[in-house]
C-alpha cells in the first residue's frame, strides 16, 4: 500500500490538503502529516485544522518565523530525519510557500517521489519569492497536479514532461464547497449592512510606507460610502503601527485574522472584496463576489479571464473606480471555471490510489 506523506506550513495549504488527505483516508491509504509550523500563531494555524476537520499533524517543525533564506534551511533541516524515519513512498506538498521548496529539496536529494498540488501557476515576476518556490518545486516534482488548463500550458512550455502533468482541478475550491453551508458571519460590531472586505499582507503593498498610506487613505475614503472589514495579518499590522495608522484607522473595522469558516462567509456575503492574496482571487471567483486585486499581476490568470477578479496593477488610482462599479452593479460577471466542482481530491486520488 502506498505510504503518503503531507506537508504543509501556512493557511492556504490547509485548505488545498484537507481534500487530499480525506480523500485519501477513505481509500485505507496510510498517511503521515507534517506541519512545518511556517505559520506559526494559533490564530492563523491550530483554528484551521479544527474547522477543515484534519487530523492533528503527526509531526510539528516549528520553524516559526525568520528571513527566506533562514525559514528554508530551518525546515529542510527538521525535515530530513522526519521524512528518513517515516519513509514514505510519496510526499505530497501544496502551493508555493517555504515549507513547499525545502521539502522538495529534501525529497529529490534523497530520492523519494514528490507530488505538487497546484502545479505550474506563473504569476511571471521573479521578484515574487513565491514565484521562485513554484518554479524550483515543478522542476523536482514527479508528478504534477494542476488547477486549470494554464498551469498545464506553463509546465510543457518550460519542457516538463506532459505524461507528469494531470489536471485535476482546485482542491481549495473542494473545501469551500463541503464548508460553505457552514460558514456564519461573525459579530462586528457597526457592521450591520453592506461592506467592502479587505485583505492586504504583501510586502510590495505592505512594506512600502508611501503605498501604505496611500492605501489606508483610499479605505478610510470608502468607508464614508459603507463599512470596511479588513482583517488584519500580523505583518501588515505591524506596519500600520509603525506609520501611527493604526490609530488613524477608527473608520475601518480593523480585525484579528479570523478562522476559514467567519472568513468564508464575509467573502460570501461582501459587496466587493479587495485583497492582494492569491487564495481571495479564487474563493471570490467561484462565490461570486467582485474582486479587486491590488497587485500589477497574478499567478491565476483563470480569475481574470473567467472569474470575476480585476487586476489594477501598480496604480492604486484605479482601485476605487473599479469598487465603484462593483457598488453601482456593473462588475464584470464571472463563471466558475472548468473542474472548480468539489471533486478535485478525488480526482487526485483516483491517481494515486486507482479504485
Not at 512545518?36 to 509531526?59: N, V, W
Not at 475601518?252 to 467573502?267: I, S, T, W
Not at 482601485?319 to 462588475?331: H, N
Request: hydrophobic residues 45%; contains cysteine; glycine residues 8%.
Amino acid at each position: 500500500m502506498t505510504r503518503i506523506l503531507h506537508v504543509v506550513g501556512a493557511r492556504p495549504n490547509f485548505m488545498k490538503a484537507a481534500p487530499a488527505v480525506l480523500a485519501l483516508r477513505t481509500r485505507g491509504v496510510p498517511q503521515v502529516l507534517v506541519h512545518t509550523g511556517q505559520h506559526y500563531d494559533a490564530a492563523m494555524s491550530d483554528i484551521f485544522f479544527r474547522q477543515l476537520a484534519m487530523p492533528a499533524p503527526d509531526h510539528n517543525l516549528e520553524v516559526g518565523s525568520g528571513s527566506h533564506a533562514a525559514q528554508t534551511a530551518q525546515i529542510m533541516t527538521r525535515f530530513e530525519p522526519v521524512v528518513l524515519r517515516e519513509k514514505p513512498d510519496l510526499v505530497l506538498v501544496y502551493g508555493d510557500v517555504n515549507s513547499t521548496v525545502a521539502a522538495a529539496l529534501v525529497c529529490a536529494k534523497l530520492g523519494i517521489r514528490i507530488g505538487h498540488v497546484e502545479a505550474g501557476l506563473r504569476s511571471f515576476d521573479r521578484t515574487m519569492p513565491e514565484e521562485i518556490n513554484r518554479l524550483v518545486t515543478d522542476q523536482l516534482a514527479d508528478l504534477l497536479f494542476t488547477p486549470s488548463e494554464d498551469g498545464n500550458r506553463n509546465l510543457v512550455r518550460e519542457g516538463i514532461d506532459p505524461a507528469k502533468i494531470h489536471l485535476v482541478g482546485n482542491l481549495m475550491i473542494d473545501t469551500l464547497v463541503r464548508l460553505l453551508p457552514a460558514a456564519c458571519r461573525p459579530e462586528l460590531t457597526g457592521v450591520n449592512g453592506a461592506y467592502a472586505l479587505v485583505t492586504l499582507h504583501r510586502p510590495s503593498n505592505v512594506d512600502d510606507a508611501d503605498r501604505l498610506r496611500q492605501l489606508h487613505r483610499i479605505l478610510t475614503d470608502l468607508s464614508g460610502e459603507l463599512a470596511v472589514v479588513f482583517p488584519v495579518h500580523p505583518r501588515t499590522r505591524r506596519r500600520l503601527g509603525e506609520l501611527g495608522l493604526d490609530a488613524a484607522s477608527s473608520a475601518l473595522h480593523l480585525v484579528d485574522p479570523l478562522g476559514y469558516l467567519e472568513f468564508l462567509a464575509l467573502q460570501r456575503d461582501a459587496r466587493v472584496v479587495v485583497t492582494d492574496s492569491g487564495g481571495v482571487q479564487e474563493e471570490t471567483t467561484y462565490l461570486g463576489v467582485p474582486c479587486v486585486t491590488v497587485r500589477p499581476n497574478t499567478e491565476r490568470p483563470v480569475t481574470v479571464d473567467l472569474g470575476t477578479n480585476i487586476l489594477v496593477g501598480d496604480d492604486l488610482s484605479r482601485i476605487r473606480p473599479a469598487v465603484d462599479a462593483a457598488l453601482q452593479g456593473r462588475a464584470k460577471p464571472g463563471v466558475i471555471p472548468p473542474l472548480w466542482d468539489g471533486h478535485a481530491g478525488d480526482r487526485l486520488a483516483d491517481l494515486l490510489v486507482p479504485r
